[in-house]
């Protein structure tokens, strides 16, 4: 109650355009804030300093090398300033300070002093590279904001929403696009995910063909019809494994069986011819590969009760995953050229596990642990 008596959130307030004050029966707000609404809160709070941003950043990264990753996506999330965390990527690389490879994405409705930054600082090195906007189509599953083609089987009537008006997120992809920006746009509900589609194929008809690698981040729940639409748009489907598990406990009761044949569909997506990146989505997920590795196989939900998958037509093999966390990632920011496989003249990034993955049985992959992990040809983890 304190943290909204200083964002001013009271019964009064209004409520928020492609958001939700939650609030009770008097009225009142609970303190549950979804989507747009969170900006009534995050813009109170203070920024961190410099020597906080370097610590933060210490940690994350030793965290990561535990986790045997060597080049992350760092996308802008609300509340956080993309602005600051690229400054602070830039001070760590001026001091020789970082241990990760970094893709430093920024908001999609600040393009164009993304563009602008670019022309004043190029588009970076091996270590610290920008280039890329994301945006948002809707919200999530779980809190009912992800938009819907059709109502959610637990609340008839409601079928979500989009956090922003259709016109202005063309323009500001348009705008992106035209600047030779790369676009990586989040969308979970089928509606997001055809709306999203939609509006990058007339982007791509209105400005020509060019490699642009569109990205669509999480495009967990696809309608039957879009999946094929995906390799022939050439949209990069960029997912992440561990929500299926997570998700799955749950996920049927929100939108029913039959939406749920085509939820994190990997299978039909690859069959499809279309590029799969996977990810972590941490901190909403961990960061460890090998348990977005066992999701993707085995699709085995947190709680235990889908032994053999949940939606076991999904699953895919072990060496595909492995693509999808290596090659794929590297395609999916322009850079499968130097990373993404062991081969001669790529960068020395890699990692050690203490078993081979393709020759275990699959329910045991979550028990692999990390023995090494290098970055640029140096150690940066040993367990």
């Known amino acids: 109650s304190r943290a909204l008596e200083i964002a001013g959130v009271d019964a009064d307030t209004p409520d928020v355009a492609g958001g939700e004050i939650v609030r009770d029966a008097d009225g009142r707000p609970t303190g549950v804030l979804k989507d747009n609404a969170l900006r009534l809160v995050f813009s109170k709070m203070p920024s961190p300093t410099d020597a906080q941003m370097g610590r933060y950043l210490h940690a994350a990264m030793q965290y990561l090398a535990s986790n045997g990753v060597t080049t992350v996506h760092d996308m802008f999330e609300e509340g956080m300033d993309s602005w600051q965390s690229l400054a602070a990527y830039r001070r760590a690389e001026a001091n020789d300070a970082l241990i990760t490879r970094i893709y430093s994405v920024t908001p999609l409705v600040e393009w164009q002093r993304l563009r602008d930054d670019i022309a004043e600082h190029s588009r970076g090195s091996e270590w610290l590279r920008t280039g890329a906007v994301k945006g948002y189509m809707d919200g999530s599953l779980g809190s009912h904001t992800a938009a819907m083609l ?17 016109e202005d997120l063309r323009a500001w992809i348009a705008g992106a696009d035209a600047a030779g920006l790369q676009l990586m746009v989040h969308a979970i509900g089928d509606k997001a995910i055809r709306d ?74 690859l069959e499809s011819g279309t590029h799969l990146a996977l990810g972590s989505d941490w901190f909403v997920a961990p960061a460890s590969r090998l348990e977005g590795i066992f999701g993707a196989v085995t699709r085995r939900t947190l709680d235990g009760n889908n032994p053999d998958g949940w939606v076991p037509e999904h699953k895919i093999t072990v060496e595909e995953a492995l693509r999808g966390y290596t090659y794929e990632g590297a395609y999916a920011s322009f850079e499968e050229y130097r990373k993404g496989t062991l081969t001669v003249g790529m960068l020395a990034d890699m990692l050690r596990i203490d078993r081979d993955l393709t020759a275990i049985a699959p329910e045991t992959i979550r028990e692999a642990q990390v023995l090494m992990t290098i970055v640029d040809g140096r150690v940066v983890f040993s367990r």
């Open 196 to 269: 999203l589609l939609d509006i990058y194929y007339e982007v791509a008809e209105e400005h020509g063909d060019r490699d642009r690698r569109f990205r669509m981040e999480h495009a967990q729940h696809i309608h039957p019809d879009d999946i094929r639409r995906f390799a022939i748009q050439k949209v990069i489907a960029s997912m992440q494994p561990y929500h299926a598990i997570d998700d799955g406990r749950w996920a049927e009761s929100v939108i029913g069986a039959e939406r749920s044949k085509t939820t994190y569909a990997f299978r039909s997506l």
């Open 150 to 166: 059709e109502p959610f089987s637990d609340t008839p009537g409601d079928s979500g929403f989009l956090l922003d008006p259709l």
